[in-house]
């Protein structure tokens, strides 16, 4: 027969694992938006279908930082010519650190990862 200590530890033991994990996938990420096309984006949102972000007006070298909760859709829409609409490729998970790099084509790049930067 198990001991009631054992058993008390075992049960503390699995508690604590299902918390952390609840706790952890949980944790927002953090979206980064950098504009170097070189003219002022106008009308700048981040949608995640379950919120939208209005950010407003994003001047040429202008960043904006903040975070998102974990979603499957991320969607990023700004106008300055004509508009623009990207959608992230990938989900966005707990944790994530995204950056998005608008270009001076108008093309938004994503970069997740600091080792997928080129030079």
């Known amino acids: 027969m198990i001991s009631r200590k054992v058993l008390a530890s075992i049960i503390l033991g699995v508690a604590g694992v299902l918390i952390m994990t609840w706790r952890i996938?949980?944790?927002?990420?953090?979206?980064v938006i950098i504009n170097q096309s070189g003219k002022t984006l106008q009308h700048v949102a981040i949608d995640t279908g379950a919120t939208r972000f209005e950010l407003g007006t994003l001047n040429n070298a202008e960043t904006r930082r903040f975070s998102v909760d974990p979603t499957n859709n991320l969607r990023l829409v700004f106008r300055s010519n004509s508009d623009h609409v990207w959608n992230s490729p990938n989900p966005v998970t707990a944790g994530q650190s995204l950056v998005l790099y608008v270009t001076p084509d108008e093309r938004v790049e994503a970069r997740s990862r600091i080792g997928t930067l080129v030079r």
């Open 25 to 31: 996938a949980r944790i927002p990420a953090h979206v």
